[in-house]
């Protein structure tokens, strides 16, 4: 998540250090930082604080430990009220995978341009401003945490067709997708959904507004010409969110956060800041007598959450850490944290039980509070310490044993490893999460995987140096129900076998895997995508030149197009006459050149200039093309 300094800045009375200094302090006590651009750091925030740290609220917390700089306030400590109440929107939530939802109901808003702060607090962090009710949410989600949508209210007409405001009623369902059911998001874009996924629908029409969680509907989008609208902030699941974004291809940073679960409780936050920045950005006669005015809050949140506490002694973080670190160490960094404890003494040591704040989702036992102690305390300050010795020798896996020893003896008898797809067109066990709908059986047999290998691999025998392709593998097939793992063996002169790979077996060492062999590994090398062209040269030497000295020739006028050069074959000759008339012995080499390019692909004629460069240099040395 990017981050502004000078958005953070704004939780701080004291002055914050640069960015860079920022970084540092959080890359040794909380997150990396992929990188620092001016004044915008771009935190990697790790999974198990996704629920309260995509946010500068968040960072600006983490900052505040870390420094121990205290921030002016905290906007998750202050008093929220979600007054007055209204009869004139009503939400029913029909499935267990919503916590919460809340409705705000505003009337008189005018839709416009953002004030220049808002903008250039959005526009830093790579977000596009689009108008000020929308670029509230917007702020108030990168600010607190929490997403927030707008609908207009005028768009979400009633069933009855009544016309006058005040009658109107305004139904919100949140509810599962019907299989099939369609929808036209913001951006134009129509997506097909299925049952397992959450809408927000305007029970007045049964028609979705919105993909709870992820994106909202075109149908009720905020215009120009949007005089009313109503909020949503809610929670919702997120496992369901994270499924529904990942099936649609349609990730958003509102998705981003409820696929870390966030708690209910911030709803409430959310709620009650974007609707005050709404009143102060979009309610220009507000508390003038006229203009926009909140009609009401409808607040559905079936099973609250519960407070959490936490214990932990000085013993057990100590024990856990290696260090000694004092009751007054433990303390100051729960302090830091902002983590509200009470200290018990009834015991030699100090026992310290932690009010979990709602949105630390990540507190759950000692062993993450001793994790909290550890990094404001700082990493470096934990002495090290090594690790005690096996009490044992470790077991040597029999299967790991015999495939190591089957691939060695396969290698040496000139074959290569290779590895093929474990799903098949057809077999006896289908897979229930199918991969795009393509071979949906788990193979039964390694020869089919094999057969296609060595099609394959044949067209490329020149480019892999090989006079003869010999393939094999070693892996799992589902046959007869049972798993089963066989070495399987195919070759250009030798139809596919497999065998179970306990067939091959032997006596297992009792010690350390010291007797297998070590692997020879080459470094990497890509190839290119175009097809390569094959040439061969032969020519007559005189007795006792090298092959390496006519390929140093051909190599170096071939230049980077030969990607390989091989010889494979040779004879002597009494060959041709000398002056005189008197016939000299020759021998004669004959090379197979594999020319080929990175970036295009080549034609012959550029193939026959290749060739012509080596004709001529090589009869410079006075060798004969034959």
């Not at 990168?142 to 007409?157: E, I, T």
């Not at 305004?170 to 299925?194: C, P, V």
């Not at 507190?363 to 550890?374: G, S, T």
């Not at 077996?505 to 080459?522: C, F, G, Q």
């Amino acid at each position: 998540m990017k981050i502004s300094r000078n958005w953070l800045q704004t939780f701080f009375t004291a002055p914050l250090p640069d960015a860079q200094a920022l970084s540092d302090a959080l890359t040794f006590h909380a997150f990396e930082i992929e990188s620092v651009e001016g004044n915008i750091l771009d935190v990697k925030v790790t999974p198990n604080r996704g629920h309260d740290c995509l946010s500068h609220r968040g960072i600006a917390k983490e900052i505040s430990a870390i420094l121990n700089i205290p921030m002016k306030s905290d906007p998750l400590r202050e008093p929220v009220s979600l007054l007055p109440k209204t009869d004139s929107v009503t939400v029913s939530i029909d499935t267990p995978l919503c916590a919460r939802y809340i409705a705000g109901y505003i009337r008189g808003v005018k839709v416009g341009p953002s004030p220049d702060w808002l903008r250039e607090n959005l526009e830093s962090i790579g977000q596009k401003s689009i108008n000020n009710i929308v670029d509230a949410a917007n702020f108030v989600m990168f600010n607190l945490g929490q997403p927030l949508h707008a609908f207009d209210a005028g768009k979400l007409a009633s069933k009855s067709g009544q016309s006058t405001v005040d009658s109107r009623q305004f139904k919100i369902q949140i509810r599962n997708a019907k299989k099939g059911e369609k929808i036209t998001t913001l951006d134009g874009k129509e997506y097909i959904l299925s049952d397992s996924m959450l809408v927000i629908v305007n029970r007045n029409t049964d028609k979705a507004i919105g993909i709870a969680g992820v994106k909202g509907g075109k149908s009720a989008e905020v215009s120009e010409a949007t005089t009313e609208i109503i909020l949503e902030s809610a929670n919702f699941d997120g496992i369901s969110v994270r499924k529904t974004a990942q099936a649609l291809k349609l990730r958003t940073d509102a998705s981003q956060r409820f696929e870390q679960s966030i708690s209910p409780e911030l709803a409430g936050y959310g709620m009650r800041a974007v609707t005050d920045l709404i009143l102060k950005i979009a309610c220009p006669e507000q508390g003038r007598g006229a203009g926009g005015e909140v009609l009401g809050f409808v607040d559905e949140y079936p099973v609250p959450q519960v407070e959490k506490q936490v214990v932990v002694s000085v013993s057990q973080v100590n024990r856990i850490l290696g260090t000694a670190l004092g009751e007054k160490d433990i303390a100051d960094a729960l302090a830091r944290l902002g983590l509200p404890y009470k200290c018990s003494e009834a015991t030699p040591h100090c026992i310290f039980k932690v009010e979990v704040p709602f949105e630390r989702l990540d507190l759950e036992i000692p062993e993450d509070l001793v994790e909290e102690v550890a990094r404001i305390v700082g990493y470096d300050k934990i002495p090290s310490a090594e690790l005690p010795a096996f009490s044992k020798k470790p077991e040597v896996n029999a299967n790991f044993y015999a495939a190591e020893n089957v691939r060695e003896e396969l290698i040496e008898k000139g074959y290569s490893e290779v590895y093929t797809s474990v799903f098949a067109d057809k077999g006896k066990r289908e897979v229930l999460n199918k991969m795009g709908g393509e071979r949906p059986y788990l193979r039964t047999n390694l020869t089919d995987g094999l057969a296609q290998a060595l099609e394959k691999n044949i067209r490329n025998k020149d480019i892999l140096g090989l006079k003869e392709v010999k393939l094999f593998e070693i892996g799992t097939i589902w046959d007869s129900y049972k798993e089963e793992i066989v070495v399987g063996c195919i070759g250009e002169k030798e139809k596919a076998t497999q065998t179970a790979l306990s067939k091959f077996k032997t006596e297992v060492p009792a010690s350390r895997y010291e007797n297998l062999p070590i692997s020879d590994l080459e470094r990497y090398q890509s190839f290119s995508r175009y097809p390569f062209i094959v040439r061969d040269i032969a020519l007559w030497t005189a007795i006792g030149t090298k092959p390496d000295e006519v390929l140093e020739v051909i190599r170096k006028e071939s230049g980077a197009l030969l990607i390989r050069s091989e010889l494979f074959d040779t004879f002597s000759s009494g060959g041709g006459s000398a002056s005189g008339g008197e016939k000299q012995p020759r021998i004669s080499y004959a090379f197979r050149l594999v020319i080929q390019s990175f970036e295009k692909t080549l034609t012959d004629e550029e193939a026959n200039a290749v060739m012509e460069k080596v004709y001529k240099e090589v009869k410079k040395e006075g060798w004969e093309v034959r």
